[in-house]
């Protein structure tokens, strides 16, 4: 079956750290875009980051410096290693299969495929 | 405040037919595919349309999606109390390098 489960979240300090952990099965993660999409609660979708299949990587502005994300081919696995952890940052993190492709008709940014997200809470 | 407007909340009775609008610029509607998802309560997001128009597998043909200049717009017909949930547009934006999503559209099935 094709599928992305999520895990690693949980209640996490001002300035602490998180290792969120998405293990795909039915393809390969090292083959596809792969991004993280998150949702503050009662919020809207907002993109994280991806990383390509040439190893690319991207970050929302609101995440860039804090957050890492990366892959462990291996175990067919993708990561986001997110520092420096604020209130703002509380939320649901989902993994996805997509990211940004062009063509002669322009930019497609999609994504396929969704885990079942993890929740982040930031609070002392 | 999102890129991409959609109205905050839309409503239809069972059998109606409803659509949910999304608009955007030059620099993304304009000048890029879009993309919609459903999220039903307490649910992952689910690709309901892509490209515009064009429905994945198993995404009933009561789905349906269009775009003209800068906007675009989700048609739901035949209205059933499952359509119930969140819907959010989205799209690549030239300007900001990067992708972004409507505010998203409640649905509420009466």
């Known amino acids: 079956e094709v599928q992305l489960v999520e895990s690693g979240g949980g209640l996490v300090q001002p300035g602490g750290s998180l290792r969120l952990s998405c293990a795909a099965s039915?393809?390969?993660?090292?083959?596809?875009?792969m991004s993280w999409v998150r949702q503050a609660p009662g919020k809207g979708l907002e993109w994280v980051s991806v990383?390509?299949?040439?190893?690319?990587?991207y970050y929302a502005d609101s995440v860039k410096g804090r957050f890492t994300i990366s892959r462990d081919n291996s175990k067919n696995t993708l990561y986001l290693q997110m520092n420096s952890l604020r209130a703002e940052d509380t939320a649901v993190y989902y993994c996805?299969?997509?990211?940004?492709?062009?063509?002669?008709?322009?930019?497609?940014?999609?994504?396929?495929?969704w885990g079942r997200g993890t929740l982040v809470t930031v609070s002392s | 405040q999102s890129v991409l407007t959609q109205p905050p909340s839309a409503s239809g009775t069972p059998g109606q037919r409803v659509t949910i609008s999304c608009s955007g610029s030059?620099?993304?509607?304009?000048?890029?595919?879009v993309y919609w998802y459903q999220q039903l309560p307490g649910t992952a997001p689910k690709l309901l349309i892509y490209?515009?128009?064009q429905r994945p597998s198993g995404v009933p043909d009561r789905f349906s999606g269009s775009k003209s200049g800068t906007s675009a717009s989700l048609a739901i017909s035949g209205l059933r109390s499952e359509d119930e949930a969140d819907y959010y547009c989205?799209?690549?934006?030239?300007?900001?390098?990067?992708?972004?999503f409507g505010g998203g559209t409640k649905l509420t099935v009466l």
């Open positions: 996805a299969r997509g990211g940004a492709e062009y063509d002669s008709s322009g930019y497609y940014w999609y994504f396929d495929l």
């Open positions: 030059s620099s993304n509607i304009g000048s890029n595919y």
């Open positions: 989205a799209a690549w934006d030239d300007s900001l390098s990067g992708g972004v």
């Open positions: 990383i390509y299949s040439g190893g690319s990587t």
């Open positions: 490209r515009n128009n």
């Open positions: 039915g393809f390969t993660v090292s083959s596809n875009y």
